[in-house]
């Protein structure tokens, strides 16, 4: 349903008159795929569609024409999901634990405190050490 509704207003331009499907697509999370597509298909959306959607509350085929008549039609390809990045140096639980325990032993304080401090600690760690 939303990947083909997203395939009708960004490959093909066919009509949406047809019955796209029967689930309901929120304006916001075909957004969020278009913008996927390209930064360029960004730019379009975060300065046109996020703001104009709520003007088409009542009716989502209004909005859905709308995106269709003024994206530019783009060709194929895989729309990949952008994700989260991982911290590279993230300690495992385990070593992390081990870490806590042994701070909390030779500074006898409580896991719960030590864990509250290195906590802070990365909250309020300055980011440029020059």
């Given at each position: 349903m939303l990947f083909d509704l997203l395939d009708r207003l960004l490959h093909s331009k066919r009509d949406l008159s047809c019955n796209i499907g029967d689930e309901p697509v929120h304006p916001f999370i075909l957004n969020r795929w278009i913008s996927m597509y390209s930064t360029q298909m960004a730019i379009l959306i975060n300065n046109t569609g996020n703001w104009m959607y709520s003007v088409f509350d009542s009716d989502q085929h209004k909005y859905f024409k709308f995106l269709q008549q003024f994206l530019p039609r783009v060709p194929k390809r895989r729309i990949f999901y952008i994700k989260k990045n991982k911290q590279p140096n993230q300690p495992t639980d385990d070593e992390h634990q081990k870490k806590v325990e042994i701070l909390?032993?030779?500074?006898?304080?409580?896991?719960?405190?030590?864990?509250?401090?290195?906590?802070?600690?990365?909250?309020?760690?300055?980011?440029?050490?020059?």
């Open positions: 909390a032993r030779n500074l006898e304080l409580s896991e719960r405190e030590i864990k509250c401090l290195l906590e802070y600690e990365c909250q309020h760690r300055p980011t440029n050490t020059n």
